[in-house]
């Protein structure tokens, strides 16, 4: 037996569905709470792009870093260097493309490779084509975002760069601290302790240490964690205590699948044991993957586009307009009216036209003195009036004399 309550509601919603009307809980339904997924099926349409760039001397696995990263190979055609070559080699800029799709989504990945940096044995400047690249890219965005299509703009601009640390140091060497104080405000740094199995975990503590400390002192602007919002949860805020306090993360890179504990994983296998790239008791590789990839990738290109290319383009606009105020002024689209300056030739009539003034405030002041005299008493009219004519030079008057 069905309640009365329970038929009646049932009578009711039967009775809307025959008139039409929408239940009450829609009415109170705009519709815009759907906005995020319109913006996500058409990002998800469009696509994303991200520009990574590699740089560090040769020999610390950056390749195979970014073969790891992302589960591919982009070094397959890749030449290998003899040590004669490698010295006359000179700082190169290589970019490989290649499209990914996870899930429905595709990812336009671009690696920036630098080989021959920091190989030489003089390495003045030798970053001078790694800065050159990042402002053409710059530049190029400018052009094409001040042109008239702007429907199609291809976004080259570099978001990160990855810079290798030698784990055979004590530190930052004199090169590293010069690269990336050319590059910080340039470009979003994540520096990285390259090799990490090749140092035990106590020395990758001390050497990550020095590294932020002298960071610190030589005042580089690496990429900054953004904050947490106060609604995140609370898995999502240690995760972000963890990756803050693991920077310079120490990783290890591989493409080998081993064989360890009756799983296979990628890892490098030594006489004495198995380094897992995906352990994270072994490496900050885990991390460095999540934060490239899973959190703060927007972040990255956030950051590229509304700082350091505003700071580009704000120094471009700053350039051409004292350009076209010093320069260009006929050509200048506003105006530019000159200051009115005298020359010699108006100050000149100036003086002339002052010295006239006092003259004749002089005469018309004598010429009052002289009407309180007897001696005008009975003179004819005219002779009053050619007084100031007849009067002597200002300079030649004695005290009252007439």
């Given amino acids: 037996m069905v309640p009365e309550k329970t038929r009646a509601a049932q009578d009711e919603t039967s009775e809307e569905q025959r008139s039409g009307k929408p239940p009450d809980h829609e009415k109170q339904y705009v519709g815009f709470a759907t906005l995020p997924n319109q913006v996500h099926r058409k990002s998800v349409k469009k696509g994303f792009d991200f520009t990574l760039m590699v740089a560090g001397e040769s020999g610390l696995g950056k ?8 589960l591919t190979d982009l070094y397959k055609d890749r030449k290998l260097l003899n040590a004669e070559e490698r010295i006359n080699q000179t700082v190169e800029i290589i970019k490989h493309t290649v499209d990914i799709e996870e899930k429905g989504v595709k990812l ?69 601290v010069e690269f990336m104080k050319a590059l910080h405000e340039k470009v979003n ?38 904050e947490c919002d106060s609604d995140e949860d609370e898995e999502f805020k240690q995760q972000d205590r963890e990756l803050k306090e693991s920077a310079p993360f120490a990783v290890i890179g591989s493409n080998t699948v081993v064989e360890a504990k009756g799983q296979r994983v990628r890892g490098r296998l030594y006489p004495w044991g198995i380094v897992e790239v995906e352990n994270q008791a072994h490496c900050d590789f885990v991390k460095l993957r999540n934060m490239l990839i899973r959190t703060h990738m927007h972040d990255l290109k956030d950051v590229t586009c509304d700082v350091h290319y505003e700071n580009y383009r704000a120094q471009c606009i700053q350039q051409m307009t004292s350009k076209l105020t010093q320069d260009n002024r ?33 005469c018309a ?38």
Avoid at 122 to 129: A, I, L, R
Avoid at 191 to 201: F, N, S, V
Avoid at 341 to 361: A, F, H, N, Q
């Fill in 330 to 362: 006929i050509e200048s689209p506003i105006p530019i009216l000159p200051l009115p300056t005298p020359d010699t030739e108006t100050e000149k009539l100036i003086k002339m036209k002052d010295e006239e003034v006092s003259t004749i405030c002089a």
């Fill in 63 to 70: 390749s195979t870093l970014v073969n790891s990263l992302f």
């Fill in 189 to 226: 740094i994540v520096p990285l302790i390259a090799k990490a199995d090749c140092l035990i975990p106590s020395e990758i503590r001390k050497l990550k240490e020095r590294i932020r400390e002298e960071i610190d002192k030589f005042g580089i602007k690496v990429y900054q964690f953004p």
């Fill in 365 to 402: 002041s004598w010429m009052l003195e002289l009407e309180s005299r007897e001696s005008l008493q009975g003179c004819p009219i005219e002779v009053v009036l050619r007084l100031p004519l007849l009067c002597p030079p200002v300079g030649s008057w004695g005290g009252g004399q007439g």
């Fill in 108 to 176: 336009k990945l671009t690696i920036v490779d630098t080989p021959g940096f920091g190989d030489a044995v003089n390495n003045t400047e030798c970053w001078k084509p790694i800065t050159d690249y990042i402002d053409q890219q710059f530049e190029q965005y400018f052009r094409d975002e001040s042109g008239l299509n702007r429907k199609n703009i291809q976004d080259n601009r570099v978001h990160c760069c990855l810079y290798f640390i030698s784990p055979f140091g004590h530190g930052l060497r004199p090169v590293d």
